[in-house]
């Protein structure tokens, strides 16, 4: 039996005056290569949306 482990890093980013009175951000996780898997960002009655590259 083979135990692999997936290493994966994030960075979210706030746009605004401080982060709360002005919520945009936008979050990206990419793999240990810098490549970006998982894209993630507000959207429209508190819904989060995400796009993931395959």
Known sequence: MENRQIVLR?????TGFDGINFPVWHKTTTDLLGHPIRTEHPGF???TLATENT
């Open 45 to 47: 009655g508190g819904v």
């Open 10 to 14: 994030w960075t979210k980013i706030w």
